[in-house]
């Protein structure tokens, strides 16, 4: 038996914002499969949610219960076996200017670019705007991550955490509809993990962009998201969705954020058994 989805911390404001703000993607009952020559791979089980205008919203779940396969679905690389993905009432068929991806690794500013290269490069072919132009926007996004001095820079002479704020300029200078980041920080220390949060929440308040984030750390989904689904163990099932609007870095250590991660491992882990 699967836990029904059960909504934890309910709070009216959060009623208020998903009754007024626009419901952008949807992802509703969808399996995805891996066909290799020996087997088929369930990655993920009827798993549906909503992400709506301006929502941090977080998939969380354990190593290999499928959340990079669903950002792919999203990103529209991989195709659902069955259910429906769809952006803005449109269903998503390939990958699209509309959703940019930011991965975890480190390589994925080519390195024969300078950093505003990297950023501008983009805008150029998908976006086709003028050089000029480009460069313009591409420097904006580079000061809002605190990068623009290092605009003539290239990636190998930076540290892991600036090629990341690189990586995200680059992906708001896009301007999409929705955000995807598959675990960003997961491959910094950890004093940089928390400021790379910090600084992706000071973004959001500035740009206002609408973010789907992949996190196997309970802690960070707590802080970065507004809203998360929780995933079961392989293949990923949609075990709980709650609201973790109320936290952020300040709240580390406190005794309620320590009582939402508890709450959290346990219908993660603990129901495993059950489920
Ligand atoms: N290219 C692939 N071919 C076959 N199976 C795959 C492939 N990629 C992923 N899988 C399988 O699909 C399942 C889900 O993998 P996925 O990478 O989506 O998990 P994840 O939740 O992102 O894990 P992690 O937290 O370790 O990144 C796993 O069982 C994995 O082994
Ligand atoms: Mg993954």
Redesign the pocket.
Known sequence: MVANPTLMFPDRAEEIRAATSEKLLTVENVNLEYRTRERIVRATHDVSFDVYGGDRFVLLGP??CG???L?KAVAGFIQPTSGTISLDGQAVRGPGADRIVVF?EFDQLPPWKTVLQNVAFPLRVAKKLKRAEANERALHYLEKVGLASFANAYPHTLSGGMKQRVAIARALAMQPRVLLM??PFAALDALTRRKMQEELLRLWEEVNFTLLF?T?SIEEALVVGNRILLLSPHPGRVRAELNSHQYSQDSFGRSDFQRSVARIHHLLFEQTETA
Do not use: N
Request: aromatic share 0%.
């Open positions: 190593s290999g959340k990079s396969t950002l975890q598959d675990e992949v196997h």
